[in-house]
Nanobody, 123 residues
Framework: QVHLVESGGGLVQAGGSLRLSCTASGSISSFNVMGWYRQTPGNKRELVANIHTDGGLGYNYADSVKGRFTISRDNAENTVYLEMSSLNNEDKAVYFC???????????????WGQGTKVTVSS
């Protein structure tokens, strides 16, 4: 079982930047797609961005983060990154890394979630 560990969350001022990292205990090439998701209290998890681990088919972003967030991967380091800039209060959430996540019935499912890292934005 490959485990995912997120890091990089914290407190940032509105307009600031953060970089989140998701490091796998094994090869991320064993997954087809890795992504970042976020969740706020009382709400379902939502997709932020995902990326194919083999470089093909590119990546996807939620409309709310396009132009501000960038997802990337380093297969040699088994790590996926999320560079976040121009952060605002709507970005405040717990961010989760997930691998091969399936969207079904209005929710996201996978056997491979990280523990989450909290991002707080102060105004």
């Amino acid at each position: 079982q490959v485990h995912l560990v997120e890091s990089g969350g914290g407190l940032v001022q509105a307009g600031g930047s953060l970089r989140l990292s998701c490091t796998a205990s094994g090869s991320i090439s064993s997954f087809n797609v890795m992504g970042w998701y976020r969740q706020t209290p009382g709400n379902k998890r939502e997709l932020v961005a995902n990326i194919h681990t083999d470089g093909g088919l590119g990546y996807n972003y939620a409309d709310s983060v396009k132009g501000r967030f960038t997802i990337s991967r380093d297969n040699a380091e088994n790590t996926v990154y999320l560079e976040m800039s121009s952060l605002n209060n709507e970005d405040k959430a717990v961010y989760f890394c997930g691998a091969d996540v399936i969207y079904y019935g209005g929710d996201y499912y996978t056997d491979h979630w990280g523990q989450g890292t909290k991002v707080t934005v102060s105004s």
